[in-house]
Nanobody, 119 residues
């Protein structure tokens, strides 16, 4: 199995920056694609950014040019660099990993980290 733990959330001013981390443990070699999602109060969870095993990235239109998803060389930590934070960005941010065990495709989620933004 794969376990994910997010960190790095916290209050930041609008226009500021924050970097979130998602540390993976368990059968890390089985991880393929990873992603960051967010959910604001009263809203549906939305995909923020994704990173494929081949290195391809995809971003929500609302964060393009401001957020950057990356992964360390050991593939144990997923990052989300968030710049120019806006009042629309506050949410609980969760990371997600797809992995394969015994030919079965599975998904793991972290518990989330809160990102409030003050105006």
């Amino acid at each position: 199995q794969v376990q994910l733990v997010e960190s790095g959330g916290g209050l930041v001013q609008a226009g500021g920056s924050l970097r979130l981390s998602c540390t993976a443990s368990g059968i890390i070699a089985s991880i393929s694609d990873m992603a960051w999602y967010r959910q604001a109060p009263g809203k549906q969870r939305e995909l923020v950014a994704s990173l494929s095993s081949g290195g391809s990235t995809n971003y929500a239109d609302s964060v393009k040019g401001r957020f950057t998803i990356s992964r360390d060389n050991a593939k144990t930590t997923l990052y989300l660099q968030m710049n120019s934070l806006k009042p629309d960005d506050p949410a609980v941010y969760c990371c997600n990993a797809h992995f394969v065990l015994a030919a079965v495709s599975l998904t793991s989620w972290g518990q989330g980290t809160q990102v409030p933004v003050s105006s």
